[in-house]
């Protein structure tokens, strides 16, 4: 089993910056990929970046330029820096972590419990 804690959120004015943490501890292998997704009230999930363990990054198009992702292999924990933040970004963030033991094999999904980012206009 897998425990992703999340830390970080908060209120900000637009313009701010914020940094959300994640710390996994638990099962994880060697092949993964850790990320943040947002939800606003009524709308899907949506990825906002992701990063695998060999330092891939992904962004959704509206950050790209803004925000930051990185991780710490050794303490399993994954950063996402916020700059420039804007009233749209507002939304509850997840943190996820997908891992397998080998390519092909079953992909186990795990998901923090969500952390508030509000920004203010």
């Known amino acids: 089993q897998v425990q992703l804690v999340e830390s970080g959120g908060g209120l900000v004015q637009a313009g701010g910056s914020l940094r959300l943490s994640c710390a996994a501890s638990g099962s994880i292998f060697s092949i993964n990929v850790m990320g943040w997704y947002r939800q606003t009230p009524g709308k899907q999930r949506e990825l906002v970046a992701q990063i695998s363990s060999g330092g891939n990054t992904d962004y959704t198009y509206s950050v790209k330029g803004r925000f930051t992702i990185s991780r710490d292999n050794a303490k399993n924990t994954v950063y996402l820096q916020m700059n420039s933040l804007k009233p749209e970004d507002t939304a509850v963030y997840y943190c996820?972590?997908?891992?397998?033991?080998?390519?092909?094999?079953?992909?186990?999904?795990?998901w923090g419990q969500g952390t508030q980012v509000t920004v203010s206009s």
């Open positions: 996820n972590l997908k891992t397998r033991i080998a390519p092909y094999a079953r992909l186990y999904d795990y």
